[in-house]
Each structure stands twice: as C-alpha cells, then as structure tokens.
C-alpha cells in the first residue's frame, strides 16, 4: 500500500522526517525516500528496504540533509518521492494510490502534448511520475490536482513540495486517510496520525475527499474544497493500520477490540482452553474476543523480531511462507494438548494460515478454531494496493466457489458471488465448510460484515467494502 509525510516548519524539519516516515514502514516493504528543500535546491534519497529496516538505510543520508520543508515515503511500488522541472516550477511530489487507466492516460498524454516518461526495468512507467504529468497540464498546481483526481480511475493521494510550502491532496474518495498535525512553529501532513506525536506534533485534522491543503511553517490553509461522499478502505481498521491510528476519529486498536468482542459473542460458549492472536494484526482482535469470552488469551507463537524485521519478505510466494514460519517461535508449555480459538485478520490465499495451524498441531495442540476478523475476501482490491494477489482467483474464496460451482472458467457470474458473500445463505455456509476442510481447521467462522461496520462505527455509506460484498 504505502504511506506519506510530509513537514513545513521554521526550523529544521530532517530528523522529524526520518522519524516521521520510519512510522510508515508497516505500510510498505519495498522502497523508502525523503526528500527536503535546501538552498541549492532539492536533497533527495531512495533506498530498497525490502532486507534491512529504513532507518538503517537512511542513517548516513540525513547527515547531509538540511531544510524547513521535506516529505517522505514508504513504497510497496515504485521509487518515490521524485522532483519535477515543469511550467508551475520545481517541485517534489509522493503519492500512494493504484492507477488502473495507466495506459489510457499515457496515450492521452502523448498524444496532446510533448511528453515523455522515463522507462523502468520492464518498461512500466512510475506511477507518481506520471501523476506528475497529468498535475504538470494544470494552470497552476491546485488546478493540477484537480486534473490528476478527476483523470485517474483508482485512487491517488499526494503531497507535493515547492519552494513556498506544501500540498497535500487526499484521494477523491477519500480511500486512504490524511492527516493534520501541528506544533508551535510548523504544520504536517501524514497517511498514519500516530506517525508525529513522538516528535511533538498534535492531531489538527484530517482531509476530507479530494480536499487540497497547502502548508507553510505559519499556517494551513484548504485551497481545494473537500466533496461530498467518502469511500474509506475498512480494511485499514481491520488489518492496514497500526493500532495506535484514527482515521475518521474511529482508532484502530478500539475498533479491533470491540470486533473480537463480537466474534466472541457469535460463538458463545466455546470448549477451548486459550484464546490467541496471529502475531501482529490478530492480536488486538483476539484479546477483544478474549476479554468478552472470559477465555484466558495465550501466546502459544511469539514472532521474532530482531533479525527478522517485517521489512524482509520476499516478493517470491514461496519464500514468503518460508519467512512466515520463520518469524514464529513456538512455545512448547502452552501449546501441548490444549485447544485453541485462533483469531487471524483476515484469509487471503489461507496458505500461511494453515501452515500455523499446522505448525500448533505438530509441536502438540489439540484442537485450532479459527477465526476471521472480517468477511471472507471475495475480490482483489481495484482501488488500493492492499495485498500482493495479482487475480481474483488467488484468493481462496473464489478457488474454493468455482470447485463447488463445478465450474471450468475462472468467470464466476455476479449474482452467484452475491450469494456466496451473503453471510446468511447455504452458499455462503457451504463455502465456509469446503474452506474448513482444505486449510484443515477444527471450526471456521468469519465475522460478517454487518459486525464489521459496527466495530469500525462508521457510517457503511462512507465506507469501502469492495474486497467482501463487491460495492465500492
């Protein structure tokens, strides 16, 4: 997915960006970048972070970086932030976001104008570069915006650094968050609201859809009115965001524990001895179900962090799961012969999931519950770059569909997937079942989405549910 600061300040801003964008780092584990405006101009840095932490990589750079303005970056995608000559003037510009009409938008601005962009390795072309280019097409930068928001199908959220301060544009539906924090002589803007606080700034706000502020050390201004309706992603409550954030005033933390407590009070009684969570994003899930069940929580696995930062996973399935099983040290003593609820949140692929379990049962539990702290994942998100499933049919829940449909194409008709993500259906329960029995679990339960929205306190009106019920 990604994650974006940035910071407008009278005094130096470079050790609040390193921090600042070391506190995205759960957000993305590909790339990291900064960038600041010095005197002789721009001072930029990227590093691959996919095997060693940000800071490390980025220890020695801010040595020689000095400036009132910077932003920054962490990147599961492409290169970023990156610095433009155009007719509105130098400027830098970061982004998060998923560009679906890529190809349409670079014929249209080929064809109009002289254009060109700098090929990557494949030739793809860097999708903030190229929001870069639809902004370049505006009268000013504001109008810019407004073009690139408008153009693109998808979702883009960006700050863009110029010599006379900083705007930040948040998405026009309002997918992922943007935040407002201030401290007596400068202003930020960040996707994470936890990601200031331990360098001194306070929440101020958050951007509405498609809003444009502009920040300079004295003030923040909206210089792009927000619109009406939002579609925030609900899965950065679920699994997306680190547990100290709020977006819409709802903090991730409270919304995980008050969803586990009504998972725990759709099972009732259950005969387990623990109840434990997936190391990380389970776990707040779990000692909500914990706390309303009265069932003593548990860490039969503690996920080793030194040498294995979350940074380090590998783009390769394969090695992917090698590294999952790696990070999770079991603890004999609480796992041998007892029976677990095991609260994970959310099943994707169910590959690493099922080899936990596996990985309880063999080192001497009895029986593994498991539970998802959202409705089962019925499309590949088109808006955000939420997961590494490259089609639809990665996903268990649309594999398991087809072998129960009986079906030879991947096409699976809509009226058939409503049904299946309807949780009151036979479908529904009979995907769960086939589910069950592939990933080898004693029970299976989802929550459903009407709990989902509930935990979250959202209005569902505002929010997007695409990945579960198919509705944007």
């Known amino acids: 997915m990604g994650g974006v600061i940035g910071f407008a300040s009278k005094r130096d801003c470079v050790m609040d960006l390193f921090f600042g964008t070391d506190y995205h780092s759960h957000l993305g584990t590909k790339r990291g970048g900064m960038c600041v405006l010095q005197e002789d101009g721009f001072n930029r840095s990227i590093h691959n972070i996919e095997n060693s932490p940000f800071r490390s990589k ?3 750079d801010i040595e020689g970086m000095k400036g009132n303005l910077g932003i920054g970056a962490i990147s599961d995608g492409d290169p970023q932030p990156l610095t433009v000559y155009s007719r509105q003037g130098d400027y830098a510009i970061t982004t998060v976001g998923r560009i679906n009409n890529k190809e349409a938008i670079v014929k249209e601005l080929l064809k109009d104008r002289p254009t060109q962009f700098m090929s990557m390795s494949g030739g793809k072309i860097n999708n903030t570069e190229l929001v870069a280019a639809l902004v370049s097409t505006g009268r000013d930068i504001v109008d810019g915006i407004r073009r690139a928001q ?33 401290k007596e002589g400068a202003f930020c803007a960040a996707s994470e609201s936890f ?5 001194g700034y306070k929440y101020k706000r958050e951007l509405g859809p498609a809003e444009i ?21 609900a899965f950065l409550w679920t699994y997306f965001g680190y547990t100290t954030s709020i977006y819409e005033g709802r903090n991730v933390e409270m919304m995980r524990n008050r969803n586990g407590e009504l998972l725990a009070q759709m099972d009732g009684d259950m005969d387990v001895d623990y109840v434990a969570g997936v ?5 707040a899930h779990a000692l909500g179900y914990a706390n309303q069940s009265r069932v003593p929580y548990a860490r039969p696995l503690i996920k080793y962090t030194p040498t294995w930062p979350r940074s380090f996973m590998p783009q390769n399935q394969k090695a992917r799961q090698q590294i999952a099983k790696m990070k999770l040290v079991p603890v004999f003593q609480i796992i041998k012969d007892k029976k677990f609820v095991l609260v994970d949140d959310s099943i994707v692929r169910g590959t690493q999931l099922s080899e936990t379990v596996s990985y309880l049962i063999e080192n001497g539990a009895k029986e ?3 539970r998802s702290a959202c409705p089962p994942i019925m499309y590949g998100c ?9 089609t639809d049919m990665e996903l268990i829940t649309r594999r398991t569909i087809k072998k129960l449909e009986g079906l030879e194409s991947d096409d699976i008709p809509e009226e058939t997937l409503a ?13 769960v079942e086939e589910i069950r029995k592939q990933l080898r679990f004693d029970s299976l339960k989802f929550q459903d989405l009407e709990n989902t929205v509930k935990a979250i306190g959202v209005d569902k009106c505002n929010l997007c549910t695409y990945c579960w019920d198919g509705k944007e």
């Open 58 to 60: 980025f220890e020695s």
């Open 368 to 370: 593994i519950h498991v």
């Open 279 to 283: 190391p990380d994003s389970g776990v």
């Open 195 to 199: 990601a200031f606080i331990n360098i």
């Open 419 to 431: 049904e299946y993500a309807d949780s009151k259906t036979e479908r529904h329960a009979a995907m």
């Open 213 to 233: 502020a502009f920040l300079t050390p004295e003030e923040e201004t909206t210089v792009g009115e927000p619109q009406e309706g939002m579609s925030i992603c």
């Open 382 to 390: 088109k808006f955000l770059n939420f997961s590494r499933s490259v």
């Open 150 to 182: 408008n153009k693109i199908d998808g979702s883009v959220t960006m700050l863009i650094l110029t010599k006379e301060g900083l705007y930040a544009a948040r998405d026009k539906y309002g997918r992922t968050p943007l935040i407002i924090g201030e």
